[in-house]
């Protein structure tokens, strides 16, 4: 199992909004709406931040926001704020009770 | 409130072998997969394997299918991941996760902490 596609960083300034990719195939991202997003501090467990493509579960800011086309979803964060600067990695089902991550994004607040 | 607590960080020689745990709490272990999530130094995270905590049934990745062993106790509330023949690449941090309650269910809402498994001469 590769990993999914995720641009290795992105940044942008306070305020902006920034959109991180996740390209997988249409066994994975593409065949199922069962996508997730987590953030992750360093030396931190990851957290949800996402689910089920575009849900956003409770105690997550709505400046985050999640979507999907054909076999590639993304993450948006709109209103930049320097504690975002974090680790993101999606996850997709995968079928057979197998899931992936990507490879995870870099997100720098300059 | 819903709790998954890992064993401490282990050191161990190249070939030897070592057992994770994962005690949950807060919620019916049984009623829940598991699942078992890989972090090298500054690498991406990995996914392992899914467990039926009820009925112990394991979906390995393909990549960690034959060194390692998965099983749960029900009784303690606890999953294991085994790895043995330990090899330097297998240094990481190993990480249990929950999967959802709502929804699809197929997201990992709770987290254990992390244990550091270090291969080392």
Request: proline share 3%.
């Amino acid at each position: 199992q590769s990993a999914l596609t995720q641009p290795r960083s992105v940044s942008g300034s306070p305020g902006q909004s920034v959109t991180i990719s996740c390209t997988g195939t249409s066994s994975d991202v593409g065949h199922y709406n069962y996508v997730s997003w987590y953030q992750q501090y360093p030396g931190r467990a990851p957290k949800l931040m996402i689910y089920d493509v575009s849900e956003r579960p409770s105690g997550v800011p709505d400046r985050f926001s999640g979507s999907k086309s054909g076999n590639t979803a993304s993450l948006t964060i709109s209103g930049l704020q320097a504690e975002d600067e974090a680790d993101y990695y999606c996850c997709s089902y995968a079928g057979n009770y197998t899931w992936m991550f990507g490879g995870g994004t870099k997100l720098t607040v300059l | 409130q819903v709790h998954l607590v890992q064993s401490g960080a282990e050191v161990k020689m190249p070939g030897a072998s070592v057992k994770v745990s994962c005690k949950a709490s807060g919620y019916t272990f049984t009623s829940f997969a598991i699942h078992w999530v890989r972090q090298a130094p500054g690498q991406r995270l990995e996914w392992m394997a899914w467990i039926n905590a009820d009925t112990g049934h394991t979906i390995y990745s393909q990549k960690f299918q034959g060194r390692v062993t998965f099983t749960r106790d029900t009784s303690a509330s606890t999953a294991y991941m085994e790895l043995s023949s330990l090899r330097f690449e297998d240094t990481a941090v190993y990480y249990c996760a929950r999967e959802g309650l709502y929804g699809s269910g197929s997201f990992y809402t709770y987290w254990g902490q992390g244990t550091l498994v270090t291969v080392s001469s």
